[in-house]
């Protein structure tokens, strides 16, 4: 199976910070990467996909990039509604398996 | 618009069986794969199976093989989980998602909790 880890496990930063989240495979996934949103309570959103592609409707302050068997998610000026676990998954290979999450919150 | 909505979980005894429903709507059912995606309480999330559009292809996580079995009827939109000999670690919110790769939809998600 292949393993994803992603770091930090949380992060504190003000409005308007670039945070960063990374995001890396045990093995070769080429761009099999996606990245989701989790407010508390409510259901995964998908935000990127293909490692760098922007799902419709996703505002542009997203981004993601891979060099290699490293992913980086960037949020680049982060806001209020931006408050929640952001986890990364590989569909290179069956199983499909995720990140362990990351939580961001507002300093 | 696409809907996906999740039905048929509760409180079920180790060992007991539940089968969870997914009613799809809003896109073409027969030409999508489906998932099942669980996530355990104040966890992270877990792929737990996808069938081909036609059922003839099903994958499972480990933990899950040979208790689960997914299923699908395009007749009526519908994906199915057959969940037997529950376990407690089976207790999390399981989401119906479309597709095999990424999720661009998920169901609101139906709560299963294994407990005696």
């Known amino acids: 199976d292949i393993q994803m880890t992603q770091s930090p496990s949380s992060l504190s930063a003000s409005v308007g910070d670039r945070v960063t989240i990374t995001c890396q495979a045990s093995q070769d996934i080429s761009n099999y990467l996606s990245w989701y949103q989790q407010k508390p309570g409510k259901v995964p959103k998908l935000l990127i996909y293909d490692a760098s592609n922007l799902e419709t409707g996703v505002p542009s302050r997203f981004s993601g990039s891979r060099s290699g068997t490293d992913f980086t998610f960037t949020i680049n000026s982060l806001q209020p509604e931006d408050i929640a676990t952001y986890f990364c998954q590989q569909y290179a290979n069956l199983p499909r398996t995720f990140g362990p999450g990351t939580k961001v919150d507002i300093k | 618009e696409v809907q996906l909505v999740e039905s048929g979980g509760g409180l079920v005894q180790p060992g007991g069986s539940l089968r969870l429903s997914c009613a799809a709507s809003g896109f073409t059912f027969s030409i999508y794969w489906m998932s099942w995606v669980r996530q355990a309480p104040g966890k992270g999330l877990e792929w737990v199976a996808s069938i081909k559009q036609d059922g003839n292809e099903k994958y499972y996580v480990d933990p899950v093989k040979g208790r689960f079995t997914i299923s699908r009827d395009n007749a009526i939109n519908s994906l199915y989980l057959q969940m037997n000999s529950l376990r407690a670690e089976d207790t999390a919110v399981y989401y119906c998602?479309?597709?095999?790769?990424?999720?661009?939809?998920w169901g609101q998600g139906s709560l299963v909790t294994v407990s005696s």
């Open positions: 998602a479309r597709g095999v790769s990424y999720y661009r939809y």
